[in-house]
């Protein structure tokens, strides 16, 4: 992935650059290597948050000098790019934001093939480097209304940061240095630190889709490379999802973060801990309440279903926190939960089914007798899928009294034709299993009609009465 992210990188080469080569021919004992000849002074602000004018410099490359001196190139060609342009003028520094894109690429380049371990000095250069271009304050963008159904939010254009021509590179060099194999962790986790790990979390909420994509990677392989950080960076993520279900329902990258989890969890040592059951029952199932859904409901389908594949006794704990939340008018959303109500039940042992079976095919009647032909087309194809078939047939005593009126009233009026035949199919599956059994849910079903009807008449008759005393009173009048 980092050499397809990296081959979409453009190398023009620069005028500048080739300046650097004039002088280098012309005039070989004034410094030529070092461009100074291309200086620019411009007014930005460094990486220390100083305001000044700074000689904005072609520097050599490094195979132009000897190994010795490649190190301190590499400092200069870091402080060159700590020094952050404003992209909201095309025009404005167009040569310098050049030569910093080309020094970035350098950058990549060096990183990618070094053969030494990197110096702590180094290490600190390099997170004040990605830290100033990285954490910068973005201009805020209104999502008062983006926030307000699942499907629609996938129509939003998102807002893309204009000074990703040169963000992009300070990832990437950023992915490189993390993922060497020359970084000394020891070295490292002082200068990427607690601090700096929230800071990530904080960007991850970016609107560019670019940008959240980089942090992703550049999280997981901080969480695999340094162990010290691996609880903080949980429970950071958890209280991110905290902040987002109980208080502003809005974030954009909560797909991302549980990404990362669906590798974390997938890594998990059995038995599972209490922290990480806790985290399942606290963060993660409650994040099926949110409208938005449909934003990230594929990762946290995958974490649910990994939590229950690694340890099948928190199958019942999962559906019915499912149950809990599940939508009351939401149609698409009710489709959803159904999705992933069948990818738990795939790793459903029998003992954990039957301790949640009743309330769970409640609902499941509840869907089949929806009128929105998706949401009970959905819940009828749970028959398809034989595992899940296989345990219906076990408990099918407990589960086809709860089941059979939906799947009458369904057979016998439901508008559409496909939910329709799909019914009849599960109703004769039923049959040919117990006839016995069915008979007497049909039997029982006849009965309760029947007392219904009676129960109608009854009140019918009651406001006719109702009807023709009101009558009376008004033509006594």
């Known amino acids: 992935m980092i050499k397809q992210l990296l081959g979409k990188i453009p ?105 030494g371990k990197f110096s702590e000095a180094v290490v600190q250069e390099v997170v004040k480097m990605v830290s100033v271009n990285m954490f910068r304050t973005p201009s805020p963008q209104p999502r008062e209304n983006k926030v307000v159904d699942g499907v629609d939010l996938e129509e939003e254009e998102p807002t893309m940061d204009l000074a990703w021509p040169h963000l992009q590179i300070v990832y990437e060099v950023f992915l490189r240095f993390v993922a ?69 329902e809005k974030h954009n990258g909560i797909a991302e973060l549980l990404e990362i989890l669906g590798s974390i969890i997938n890594g998990f040592a059995l038995p599972l801990k209490e922290e990480h059951k806790m985290f399942l029952v606290r963060a993660l199932i409650p994040l099926h309440k949110p409208r938005c859904l449909a934003m990230y409901h594929q990762p946290l389908s995958y974490c649910i279903t990994q939590f229950v594949e690694k340890d099948c006794k928190l199958a019942d704990v999962v559906i019915r926190g499912l149950l809990k939340y599940w939508p009351v008018t939401n149609s698409s959303k009710e489709v959803m939960f159904l999705n992933e109500l069948e990818e738990v039940l795939e790793a459903t042992q029998s003992q954990e089914f039957q301790r949640c079976m009743v309330p769970l095919f409640h609902q499941i009647a509840r869907c089949l007798s929806s009128s929105h032909f998706q949401v009970a087309e959905r819940a009828l194809f749970l028959w398809n899928n034989d595992p899940i078939e296989n345990l219906i047939r076990q408990n099918q005593k407990v589960i086809l009294p709860i089941l059979f009126p939906a799947l009458e009233r369904n057979a016998r009026n439901h508008w559409n034709q496909a939910v329709r035949s799909l019914t009849i199919n599960v109703r004769k599956i039923f049959e040919d299993l117990d006839p016995e059994l069915f008979n007497d849910c049909l039997l029982k079903f006849q009965e309760t009609e029947k007392k219904e009807d009676e129960t109608k008449a009854r009140w019918e008759a009651r406001w006719r009465r109702l009807e023709e005393m009101g009558a009376q009173k008004t033509a006594g009048k």
């Open 180 to 248: 060497s194999s020359e970084t000394d962790v020891k070295l490292t986790k002082k200068y990427i630190d607690q601090a700096f790990v929230l800071k990530l979390l904080d960007l991850i909420d970016s609107e560019d889709p670019r940008e959240r994509e980089y942090l992703k990677t550049i999280l997981h392989r901080i969480y695999g490379k340094f162990m010290v950080h691996r609880p903080f960076i949980r429970k950071s993520i958890n209280n991110v999802f905290y902040q987002f279900v109980f208080e502003t």
């Open 11 to 115: 190398r023009k080469s620069s005028k500048s650059a080739g300046n650097g080569e004039n002088g280098r021919k012309n005039g070989k004992n004034s410094k030529a290597d070092s461009g100074q000849n291309n200086g620019t002074m411009i007014s930005m602000k460094h990486q220390n948050g100083n305001l000044g004018l700074y000689s904005y410099e072609v520097l050599p490359g490094f195979k132009d000098v000897p190994n010795s001196q490649k190190e301190s190139l590499f400092f200069r060609k870091l402080k060159l790019c700590s020094i952050v342009f404003d992209f909201t003028d095309p025009v404005k520094h167009v040569k310098e934001k050049e030569i910093k894109r080309q020094t970035l690429l350098e950058l990549v380049d060096y990183v990618t093939s070094a053969n």
